[in-house]
């Protein structure tokens, strides 16, 4: 019994140890309360409890979001993020409304900046600001930034607006995410015009301009099981030959999804 209790363990230790890395597909938030439904304790912010703000019916998800800004000086909400280094895409993204009086045209004073910036080493690998000479957002506006060059790294993700002492400006915020991500998965079943299944069956994934993703054949039960898949912005072709036939179908292809489809001859 004893033996069979830390067999156990060390599977269950195993399993732990291997983590997300050997999961077939993932895609998960990093940031935890992005969407301000939960108060800001999971968050450092030079702010006010006043900056969140409960409309429901204005929200962009849920009831809360965040308000910064629309008085002299800088409001700052900041979050350490370790971006684990078995990820394959780390996508950060949020969605923000930017009003301001200050349409000077002169970038001064006024703006709304986003950083990430290495904990350890101060580099910034994002320091993006908008001034009020952008113009003003016309409702919630969704920006995102690639960082999957930056995994296994330890960041600040910050977000900052400041003014001056005359003529306010503010940023809305809400539902940031830094979503970690695997490949994807395409499971398919292949049948014929008649309902039968197809062994045999010769599958191409490529992109729409015709860069193959995978290529593979359907196994004796007319299956395949395409890994490794990079997420598109587009719809992906999969082509599937059998004895003299040849159909393309098109799929969504994101990053980190278990597709399973059936395809007719
Ligand atoms: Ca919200
Ligand atoms: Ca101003």
Redesign the pocket.
């Known amino acids: 019994m004893k033996k069979i209790i830390f067999i156990l363990t060390l599977a269950l230790v195993g399993l732990f140890l291997a983590g997300p890395s050997y999961a077939a597909v993932y895609n998960y938030d990093l940031i935890g309360d992005g969407n301000f439904e939960n108060g800001l304790n999971s968050w450092v912010c030079s702010c006010e409890g006043s900056d969140l703000k409960y409309n429901p019916v204005y929200a962009y998800k849920g009831d809360y979001y965040l308000s910064l800004g629309n008085y002299n000086g800088s409001e700052i909400i900041a979050k350490n993020v370790t971006l684990p280094d078995y990820v394959i895409k780390l996508d950060l993204s949020f969605y923000y409304n930017f009003n301001t009086e ?1 349409n000077t045209g002169w970038q001064g ?2 703006y709304f900046n986003i950083q990430v910036q290495d904990v350890y080493t101060n580099e910034y690998y994002i320091n993006d600001s908008f001034y009020p000479s952008d113009s003003e957002t016309a409702g919630w506006t969704r920006q995102s930034y690639d960082l999957s060059s930056l995994k296994g790294k330890f960041v600040a993700v910050r977000f900052t607006i400041n ?2 002492n ?4 503010y940023v809305d915020l809400d539902n940031i995410k830094l979503q970690a991500k695997s490949y994807s998965i395409i499971r398919g079943t292949v049948k014929n015009s008649n309902g039968d299944i197809l062994p045999g069956a010769t599958v191409k994934i490529k992109t729409v301009k015709g860069k193959i993703l995978w290529s593979g054949t359907t196994n004796a039960k007319g299956k395949f099981r395409a890994k490794n898949l990079k997420g598109l912005n587009k719809k992906a072709k999969i082509i599937i030959k059998e004895s003299g036939s040849r159909k393309v179908f098109r799929r969504k292809l994101k990053w980190g999804n278990f597709y399973s489809y059936k395809f007719r001859m």
């Open positions: 200050d004073e006024d003014n001056d005359n003529l306010l400006t």
